[in-house]
Structure formats: C-alpha cells, structure tokens
C-alpha cells in the first residue's frame, strides 16, 4: 500500500534530530510520506533522549499517549529509537511498561532501520539494540536533500565523560568520518540546493585526532569553505580544552565560516568544574574568549551551563552567574543538574535540594535574558548579513532569516530572494527577535 503517512516526534539534541530525520527518510522506501498527524498516521516514530530527566519523563508520557491511539488505531505501528533505549537495561524496562510498541531500536542501529520496518510491515514486533557501533551503516547515512539547511555528522560519539553525562554511555566511543565522505556530502547536499551546513559532533574540536596523517577539524572547515554555491558554515559543540588557535584563525579567514561559538561552560567555579571533569578552568576559558574576540571581534558566543551539580555551594553559583557578566553570551541553555544513572555525579554526596536548584535556575537566566537583550539592543542601527530562509512564521508577509550569529531577524523582502544572503539594517530588538529592513 502506498501513500502511508509517518509521523516522527524527535527530543534532544541535533544529533538526535539528525537520527530521526534518516528514519524518516528511510520510511520513504517503503511508501511512507511525512505527516504531522497523528490520527491518520500510520507509523509514528519517537526518537528520544536521556540526557535529562525531564526529557525522559515527556517521552514516557508521550509512550502512554501513543498506546491509547493504538487501542483508537489497532493498525498504527510505533517506533521508539534513540538514546533512551540504548541505556544499559533500559530496554526490558521499556519493553514491559510498553507492550504496545512494535519496534525498539538503539542508536548504533539507527541506519540500519529499513531491516527492522520490513519486519514490522510482515507483522512481526522487533527490538533490537546494538552494544557497538558498526562504521560501515554508519556512513550509509546522508542528509536529507533538497533543504536550503542541512545538518552534517562528522563525528559520531565521545570520549570526554563529563561526570555528569550519559552521552559516552549511549553514543560510544569517539570515531571522526573520513574528509572525503563528508565534503562529497555536502557537495551533493549543495547539488540539490543547500546553502548552509551545520557540522555536528559532540566535541567536534577533536575531529579526526585518530587520523595519520595529521588532519583536523580547521583542516576540514577550510576545505568546506571552499565548496562553490555553499554559503554558510555552521558548526556545534566545541569543548572548550579543546578549542584551538588554528581553528579560531580558520573561522576568522573563511568567508563562509560563521563567527559563532559554542563553547559550554557548564559552571564558572573551578571547584564544580573539577568535579564535572571538564579538564579547564574559568580562567583558561576566559583566555579562549579573549583570543576569539582578538581575532573576531564580531563573533558571538553561546553556551550551555548546569545548576545545582553535587556540591555546588551558593559560592560556587555566584561565580558562574560572574561569568555570565565577564563572557556576554549572546544565548545560553541553562539546566537543572538530573541524576543519571551510571555517571559518577550520580554517585557524588552533597545532591542539591530540587527547591535550591530551580531558584538558582531562575536567578541564571534572569541574568542571561538581560545579556541577550543586550547582545541584540547593540545590533540596532547596524547592517547585517541574513539568509533569507522563508516566510515569517508569526507574519507571513515578512521573511526570517539568521545573522551569522544565528540570531533570527524578521525582514521585509519578495519570496524571490528566499536562499539568498541579503543585508539588513537592524531597527529593532525583541525579546527573541530582531527585526530590519533590507539596505
Ligand atoms: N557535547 C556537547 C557538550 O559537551 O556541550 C553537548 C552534550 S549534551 C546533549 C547538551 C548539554 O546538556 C550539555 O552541555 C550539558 O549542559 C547538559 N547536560 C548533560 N548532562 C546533563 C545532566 N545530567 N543534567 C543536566 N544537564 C545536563
Ligand atoms: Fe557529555 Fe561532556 Fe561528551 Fe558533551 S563532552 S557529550 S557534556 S560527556
């Protein structure tokens, strides 16, 4: 039967949203179209998160919603993919509490999900959940063709064990892909219309630190920089001990490479940041800060910082809210420290009362709006280069784009120059936006 409908729900991260959109492509195959409704789909995907336990909560919750539209639509199948399953013992757990979900899938088999559908479409239930990853269906994953954006991995993993993080449990180690299999995605990517790239890596400041000969991640931006109809170069996250000059002057040199960072700080107590194992201290970042903005006197930094670790003292937090004054951050994820289970933090006396946390939560990003809004009131009168990438979503007779500091900008211009880069005057800063004419 064709014209199937799949409706795919991503949590987390663009890792993950990467993941669900080769699921979603893969269901192509079997005549699957994407859909964002529920009642009429016939396979829901939910690729999912454990980074938080938050994020797991919502999932659960998602689960339960997902077994009363079984029981609405006997025929719906269901697919849950991703972290959460791929959590040591996590996926009995699942199993037991989710009798009505016909595919189980870990991350390391993600590709490989076309084997597990054709299984499902003859009326089996499967669950299968990898415990290594296997390179050669790791590479078989491209990018959706055809968008004006696109996510790349150029990694896939990590080896930092944060203390606090359950990503190295359920992505594995670190393995960079080849130069070679990247920019021929990204030239086909460009072929069918792309123009702007993000690389993702969790740390993508070590890409490449297996390969011999020497090749590292300023060597792949530069030769990225230099395919023909790309227009932008984005790239996420950079572990700050990581962070080298090289790649700060290959970001300053490459006319494509946009001038933002994202550079997690995660605590701005050396204490705290100790004990997360994060292997730098405030005062080496604020160094790496310093030799950006030498080099790039534009470029914008975010961040991501974690309230409440074990032991974190009201000391310890008045530092890092210092640190938001010292660093101006154009934009922060901030997060209440969630016990994962396995990780070392988990383990650490001195847990933060839940009351403590979400006080200090509140009281960061109080701090962190008043610097965005600062960060934004001081682009008013500046001209700035946007691409244009479609109809306004709150005013459709004007068009969004990003600065090249992935700030959005709402901007009067024809549906025509959608895909372009264009220069905006910047009138004025809303609380999430800005808004600009074009010069
Ligand atoms: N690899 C990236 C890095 O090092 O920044 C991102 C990893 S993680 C998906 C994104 C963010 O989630 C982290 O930077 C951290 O701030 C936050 N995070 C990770 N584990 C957490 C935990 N147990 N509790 C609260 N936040 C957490
Ligand atoms: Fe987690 Fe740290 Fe690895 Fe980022 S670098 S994924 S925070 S362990």
Request: include cysteine; charged fraction near 25%.
């Amino acid at each position: 039967m064709d014209n199937k409908k799949v409706v795919t729900i991503v949590y987390g991260c663009q890792m993950s949203e990467r993941d669900a959109e080769t699921l979603t492509q893969i269901t192509r195959d079997f005549g699957y179209s994407p859909s964002d409704d529920l009642e009429s789909a016939d396979l829901v995907i939910v690729n999912t998160c454990c980074v938080r336990e938050s994020a797991e909560n919502k999932i659960l919750g998602k689960i339960g919603e997902l077994k009363k539209l079984k029981e609405r639509n006997p025929k719906v199948k269901i697919a849950i993919s991703g972290c959460m399953v791929q959590q040591p013992g996590a996926l009995e757990r699942l199993q037991k509490r989710a009798p009505h979900v016909d595919i189980w899938e870990g991350t390391h088999n993600i590709n490989d999900f076309s084997a597990l559908l054709q299984r499902v479409e003859q009326g089996e239930k499967v669950a299968e959940v990898w415990q290594e990853p296997n390179a050669t269906i790791e590479v078989a994953s491209l990018a959706e063709k055809g968008k004006l954006q696109a996510s790349v991995n150029v990694m896939y993993g990590c080896d930092n064990f944060c203390s606090y993080c359950i990503v190295p449990y359920v992505r594995g180690r670190e393995r960079s892909r080849k130069p070679q299999e990247i920019l021929q995605e990204i030239e086909l990517l460009v072929n069918s219309g792309c123009r702007e790239v993000t690389l993702l890596g969790q740390n993508v400041n070590s890409y490449g630190k297996e390969f011999s000969p020497a090749y590292d991640f300023a060597d792949l931006l530069h030769q990225v920089n230099q395919i023909a109809f790309l227009l932008r170069v984005r790239f996420i996250t950079s572990h700050p001990k990581d962070l080298s000059d090289k790649l700060i002057e290959t970001v300053a040199e490459g006319d494509k490479l946009c001038e933002h960072f994202h550079l997690p700080i995660q605590s701005g107590s050396n204490f705290i940041l100790e004990r997360m194992n994060r292997k730098y201290t405030r005062e080496y970042y604020l160094r790496r800060i310093e030799q950006i903005r030498k080099l790039i006197p534009d470029a914008s930094l975010s961040t991501d910082i974690i309230v409440g670790f074990p032991g974190e003292s009201e000391e310890d937090f008045e530092q890092t809210l210092a640190m938001m004054n010292q660093a101006h951050y154009s934009q922060a994820f901030t997060f209440m420290y969630s016990k994962r289970s396995g990780t070392l933090a988990s383990k650490m006396e001195n847990q933060i009362p839940l009351d403590v946390k979400k006080r200090r939560l509140q009281k960061l990003m109080s701090v962190q709006n008043q610097e965005s809004l600062e960060y934004r009131q001081n682009m008013i009168g500046k001209t700035v280069e946007v691409l244009a990438e479609g109809p306004s979503k709150t005013n459709p007779e004007r068009l969004t784009g990003r600065t090249r500091g992935n700030e959005l900008v709402v901007f009067n211009g024809n549906l025509d120059i959608i895909g372009s880069l264009v220069n905006v005057r910047i009138n004025e800063a809303g609380s999430w936006t800005l808004i600009g004419e074009i010069e």
